[in-house]
C-alpha cells in the first residue's frame, strides 16, 4: 500500500509563497492519483485540488484555481503544490492523500500523510 508523507509548511506573509512536497513510498506512484486536503480546527477537511494518475490532470476548487499548481514526478515519486499569493484564509493543516481516482470525498482516499502546518499572516 502506498504511504505519503508531507513537507514544506511554514510561516509566509500574505502575498509570499511556498511549495509542498507529498512523497510516496510502498508502491508505485504512478497508478495512484493524489490530493490534497487542508483543515482548520473546528472546520470540516476540505479538499481543494488533486492530480490523477497516468494522465497527470490537474483538479483546482474554485478558491484556489489560478494561485495553487499541482504537479507529479513519478521518477522521484513525488506530487509537489506550488502555493503562490497566499492569502490568511489559506492558513491550515494540509495532508496528501492517495487513492485510484481523484475525489474531493476524503472518505474515498487510501492513504494520509501526517500533514504540514501552513500559516499566512496578514
Known amino acids: 500500500q502506498l504511504q505519503v508523507a508531507e513537507s514544506g509548511g511554514g510561516l509566509v506573509q500574505s502575498g509570499g509563497s511556498l511549495r509542498l512536497s507529498c512523497a510516496a513510498s510502498?508502491?508505485?506512484?504512478?497508478?495512484?492519483?493524489i490530493a490534497w486536503f487542508r483543515q482548520v480546527p473546528g472546520k470540516e477537511r476540505e479538499g481543494f485540488s488533486c492530480?490523477?494518475?497516468?494522465?497527470?490532470?490537474?483538479f483546482y476548487i474554485t478558491s484556489v484555481k489560478g494561485r495553487f499548481t499541482i504537479s507529479r514526478d513519478n521518477a522521484k515519486n513525488t506530487v509537489y503544490l506550488q502555493m503562490n499569493n497566499l492569502k490568511p484564509e489559506d492558513t491550515a493543516i494540509y495532508h496528501c492523500?492517495?487513492?485510484?481516482?481523484?475525489?474531493?470525498?476524503?472518505?474515498?482516499?487510501?492513504?494520509w500523510g501526517q500533514g504540514t502546518q501552513v500559516t499566512v499572516s496578514s
Open positions: 492523500a492517495a487513492a485510484r481516482f481523484c475525489s474531493n470525498d476524503s472518505g474515498r482516499m487510501k492513504s
Open positions: 510502498g508502491d508505485t506512484l504512478d497508478y495512484y492519483a
Open positions: 492530480i490523477s494518475a497516468i494522465e497527470g490532470r490537474p
